[in-house]
């Protein structure tokens, strides 16, 4: 008896992260990436959605051309198509039977993160208080999560949306593990005892021109199928050297204005998410 050929939805994503980045999404990335029941791309993110969408559904296609009978969930996990309402919009005309997993994290932090990213790669230079509005979507529009979360509810299904959230991550990753395995319908999996489930300490460049050039360039090399290339330049302690100093970051709490100021724009949608979400998110809100 013959097998039937796979259709273009065998060989589609079946997951999508709807996330911001900076909340977890490389965690996320290593989780999945040694299950033998998940196929993930190469270097995290294809932005078919988002930015190569005029490549065409067959490209898209083939960036799973790995994936095998083994793989029960096949996840697609670039971190904005779900802020962007034309890419999401696009990804349910796609996928219209996706499942879509988040991950929050308090929205003051994260866009603290998502400006020293900014930073360190020359696409921001002036004061987060100015930058944010006409910054890239990384700071100014990903900490909108009560709009990508109605979003996916509307387009996929409540049913359909899992939300985890990065302080669970950090403080009960094996937790977070297994809810997020049980939603792909894989297998549980015991976590290393070295897995801390943090990502490592943010540091401070060297040259933001030469971040942005290198930044630039692996976005050009994920286009033409060159992610594993990108994974290993990235990895490899000579170009770390060249690009970051082993000065950490500037923290949040030492800057009191941006702190404040983030604080205050984000009090709404913290207060809208509580709601929607009927979590006590009493954490994010500045503490006496």
């Not at 890419?87 to 994290?105: G, N």
């Amino acid at each position: 008896m013959t097998q039937n050929a796979p259709t273009m939805a065998d060989q589609l994503p079946n997951f999508i992260y709807g996330g911001p980045p900076k909340a977890g999404s490389s965690w996320i990335y290593d989780l999945l990436g040694v299950h033998p029941e998940v196929f993930v791309p190469d270097g995290k993110y294809i932005q078919f959605f988002t930015d190569f969408h005029q490549r065409g559904i067959d490209w898209y296609a083939g960036q799973f051309a790995g994936a095998g009978p083994q793989h029960k969930a096949r996840c697609d996990l670039t971190t904005d198509y779900l802020f962007v309402p034309d890419a999401a919009e696009r990804l349910a005309a796609a996928i219209p039977h996706a499942k879509v997993f988040f991950s929050l994290r308090n929205p003051v932090e994260r866009d603290w993160s998502a400006y020293q990213h900014l930073l360190r790669v020359g696409m921001v230079s002036g004061a987060l208080e100015h930058e944010i509005e006409r910054a890239h979507r990384l700071l100014s529009t990903c900490s909108d999560y009560s709009a990508a979360i109605e979003r996916s509810w509307r387009l996929f299904g409540r049913e359909n949306t899992l939300i985890l959230y990065f302080d669970e991550i950090k403080s009960a990753p094996q937790e977070a593990a297994d809810r997020l395995h049980d939603f792909l319908g894989v297998a549980r999996r015991d976590l290393p005892s070295s897995d801390s489930a943090a990502k490592n300490t943010a540091r401070s460049a060297r040259n933001p021109k030469l971040n942005g050039l290198l930044k630039q360039t692996a976005v050009a090399m994920r286009a033409v199928g060159l992610s594993k290339a990108i994974a290993a330049v990235k990895s490899n302690p000579v170009v770390d050297r060249m690009l970051f100093s082993k000065d950490a970051a500037p923290k949040l709490r030492d800057n009191v204005a941006a702190r404040d100021f983030l604080q205050n724009r984000h009090a709404g949608e913290i207060a809208r998410l509580e709601e929607m979400l009927q979590k006590d998110l009493s954490a994010w809100r500045p503490q006496d």
